[in-house]
């Protein structure tokens, strides 16, 4: 019998290979750690978490975040990852934090033990010409990385340079106006400073503790993607030359151009969410949070995702995948985990499990799963579908990107618990069909 080979046996890797071990098909496994670490991983274990041991808030009592629908999502389907993480958790409020080394036996045992998964320990240089999962993640090897391009183009990135994104809602409409430079269409929502309020805020910015050294701007990698901390250190008006540019846009209140200005675009194709053009950023979050509400507008903004800079081979999703997770140009090749443009620990698992379910299907000739527009998992698809191919950056689960409601509802904590209602509803009702898909290992 044909095997799926998987490449990368970390988060999405192992979720994947297990959500086809469990459906009967076996597997070829891919990791070419311990012989070849990346830049992050330590060991030669599966599964292993590179930086923090929390995987996200879990929701509890009356607390729901879009991180909690998401797991509870990942537990109908017998989540590997979800499960392991749970055996090997340690007290963190209401985040799941986990004992990593315990929680990465766990996986290691789980699938070097399932009969129907081979774990071969090599670095996979080539695309395979049969069905594959490529699963490689932020720190794909170079051969491989590079191989990926080949087929992706350009439309591959090797860094992260990310601005922050923001609640459309959380925006203080009083202090800024809607428009295009010089009057062209109302795509941007402008946030204009004064003088005074543009030297406050050059001054908060270039003594912002970073995360990036000072002379970072030299490093090849970022030409044409400067932080914007980097930019302000050449000067006091490089940022109105730059991303601060006020040149076309009339502040309705005064009818003149302000002092400087910053804009903010539309980030997902509901429009709930707005990024900070230009504003990619080093800086360390807390810092992020305290220098960006000086901007007039933002004074109370609800970041959904803070800015990074760090190395991330990730594909542009819009452009190159289909809704599958396969490569529009490869149909045999599917994607999974961070590698397909989400980020974070538990979206990189959640696509190793809609890769992996898919693939399974692709394999038995049966027909795709659909993946609902209302739930967790589906909206990470839908983000990684619709945005702007020119826009595009990696996405965290955040209740931005679940469809907005027909009616607005007031209140975080209700508006997640909107969400969470129809998430779970949708998943059951698409999912109770076919029940086999559901559950895929009940003895875990
Ligand atoms: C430095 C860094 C810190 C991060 N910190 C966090 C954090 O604190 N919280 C968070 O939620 N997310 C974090 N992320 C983002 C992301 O959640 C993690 O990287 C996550 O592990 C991604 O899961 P994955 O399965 O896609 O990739 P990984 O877990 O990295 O798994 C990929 C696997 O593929 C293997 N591999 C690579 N190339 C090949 C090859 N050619 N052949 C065979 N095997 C190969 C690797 O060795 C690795 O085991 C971080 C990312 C980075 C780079």
């Known amino acids: 019998m044909n095997k799926i080979k998987i490449i990368g046996a970390g988060l999405a890797g192992c979720e994947a290979a297990w959500q086809i071990a469990c459906r009967g098909l076996p597997v070829e496994l891919y990791?070419?750690?311990?012989?070849?670490?990346?830049?992050?991983?330590?060991?030669?274990?599966?599964?292993?978490?590179?930086?923090?041991?929390?995987?996200?808030?879990?929701?509890?009592?009356?607390?729901?975040?879009?991180?909690?629908?998401?797991?509870?999502?990942?537990?109908?389907?017998?989540?590997?990852?979800?499960?392991?993480?749970?055996?090997?958790?340690?007290?963190?409020?209401?985040?799941?934090?986990?004992?990593?080394?315990?929680f990465s036996s766990l996986v290691t045992e789980?699938?070097?033990?399932?009969?129907?998964?081979?774990?071969?320990?090599?670095?996979?240089?080539?695309?395979?010409?049969?069905?594959?999962?490529?699963?490689?993640?932020?720190?794909?090897?170079?051969?491989?990385?590079?191989?990926?391009?080949?087929?992706?183009?350009?439309?591959?990135?090797?860094?992260?340079?990310?601005?922050?994104?923001?609640?459309?809602?959380?925006?203080n409409f009083e202090k800024v106006f809607v428009s295009g430079r010089y009057?062209?269409?109302?795509?941007?929502?402008?946030?204009?400073?004064?003088?005074?309020?543009?030297?406050?805020?050059?001054?908060?910015?270039?003594?912002?503790?970073?995360?990036l050294p000072h002379d970072f701007e030299k490093n090849k990698y970022f030409e044409g993607c400067?932080?914007?901390?980097?930019?302000?250190?050449?000067?006091?008006?490089?940022?109105?030359?730059?991303?601060?540019?006020?040149r076309g846009l009339i502040e309705p209140r005064t009818g003149r151009e302000p002092y400087a200005a910053v804009q903010l675009r539309q980030d997902n194709a509901d429009g709930t969410l707005f990024n900070i053009v230009g504003f990619q950023t080093g800086l360390k979050w807390g810092e992020q949070k305290r220098v960006f509400a000086m901007i007039p507008g933002l004074e109370n903004a609800e970041f959904v995702r803070l800015g990074v800079m760090h190395r991330n081979t990730s594909v542009n999703a819009p452009a190159v995948l289909d809704k599958f997770l396969r490569?529009?140009?490869?149909?045999?090749?599917?994607?999974?985990?961070?590698?397909?443009?989400?980020?974070?620990?538990?979206?990189?698992?959640?696509?190793?499990?809609?890769?992996?379910?898919?693939?399974?299907?692709?394999?038995?000739?049966?027909?795709?799963?659909?993946?609902?527009?209302?739930?967790?998992?589906?909206?990470?698809?839908?983000?990684?579908?619709t945005t702007e191919p020119k826009h595009f950056q990696p996405m965290n689960m955040n209740l931005g990107i679940f469809p907005p409601p027909s009616q607005k509802i007031k209140g975080k904590q209700d508006r997640a618990k909107f969400f969470r209602d129809n998430a779970l509803k949708a998943m059951r009702n698409e999912f109770q069909e076919n029940s086999s898909l559901l559950t895929s290992n009940p003895s875990l």
């Not at 269409?185 to 503790?209: M, Q, R, T």
Request: proline content about 5%; overall charge negative; glycine content about 8%.
């Open 31 to 102: 990791e070419m750690r311990p012989a070849l670490l990346t830049p992050a991983h330590k060991t030669g274990m599966l599964a292993e978490i590179v930086c923090s041991n929390s995987l996200g808030s879990e929701n509890k009592n009356d607390r729901i975040s879009a991180a909690g629908i998401l797991k509870e999502e990942l537990e109908i389907f017998n989540s590997l990852i979800l499960s392991c993480a749970k055996k090997s958790q340690v007290p963190a409020g209401g985040a799941l934090a986990v004992d990593r080394e315990k």
């Open 327 to 385: 490569l529009k140009s490869r149909e045999n090749i599917f994607l999974a985990g961070q590698i397909t443009g989400v980020e974070g620990y538990m979206e990189s698992t959640a696509m190793g499990l809609a890769a992996g379910i898919n693939a399974a299907m692709l394999m038995s000739g049966k027909n795709f799963p659909v993946w609902p527009r209302e739930s967790a998992i589906g909206s990470l698809i839908n983000y990684l579908m």
């Open 226 to 246: 400067m932080p914007v901390e980097a930019l302000a250190d050449r000067g006091i008006d490089t940022l109105r030359f730059g991303p601060m540019k006020p």
């Open 110 to 171: 789980k699938i070097i033990s399932h009969p129907n998964i081979k774990l071969i320990r090599e670095e996979v240089k080539s695309i395979p010409d049969d069905l594959a999962i490529i699963s490689s993640g932020p720190l794909t090897s170079n051969a491989l990385a590079n191989e990926l391009k080949n087929i992706a183009g350009e439309r591959i990135y090797f860094y992260d340079a990310v601005a922050p994104v923001l609640m459309k809602e959380s925006i």
């Open 183 to 211: 009057g062209r269409g109302d795509d941007y929502i402008n946030c204009p400073l004064s003088k005074e309020e543009y030297l406050n805020f050059y001054d908060a910015l270039i003594n912002a503790e970073r995360n």
